[in-house]
């Protein structure tokens, strides 16, 4: 089905944010492992696989409507150097995410394509309810019992 240009490129500029999301989440869960921030380790991993598969629900829609998945374009790392700056670093990328998807709702809208809006809604749900959410928790929880005590918990 062809698909209107503007929705598949802004299809293919939530990929980008998506790829990233999905490089940051995998260095930063490798970087946790290392450390032996287990707990982190496993959460961060899972995430990874999230944003993996909202990249590949993006990638199935671009090529229902007749559109090239770009695979080659990433927005910037945020790769933190503690656990702190990571986990920031992760909530601000999250939060770009979910500002660029309200962005492509509302061309998709216009557009009355409503069913790219249906998949791009639930991408949005997770992003605000489940990443970003966790994250400014777990924020939350270093400013209440201090970074050491949390890094404590999460081995």
Not at 25 to 36: L, P, Q
Not at 106 to 130: G, H, M, P, V
Not at 138 to 143: A, D, E, F, M, P
């Amino acid at each position: 089905m062809k698909g209107n240009q503007q929705v598949i490129d802004s299809l293919n500029r939530l990929l980008a944010a998506e790829l990233a999301a999905m490089d940051q989440y995998f260095i930063h869960s490798e970087m946790y492992a290392d450390w032996g921030l287990t707990k982190l380790y496993e959460r961060i991993s899972h995430e990874f696989d999230d944003e993996k598969g909202h990249a590949k629900l993006l990638i199935e829609r671009i090529l229902f409507l007749e559109g090239t998945p770009c695979m080659t374009k990433r927005d910037d790392l945020r790769i933190g150097a503690d656990v702190e700056s990571m986990l920031q670093g992760d909530l601000d990328l999250e939060y770009d995410v979910a500002e660029a998807l309200r962005d492509v709702i509302a061309i998709c809208e216009q557009e009355r394509d409503y069913q790219t809006r249906n998949i791009l809604q639930t991408l949005l749900e997770d992003t605000e309810q489940d990443h970003a959410y966790w994250l400014e928790q777990q924020l939350g929880l270093i400013k209440r019992i201090g970074l050491a005590n949390y890094q404590q918990s999460m081995m």
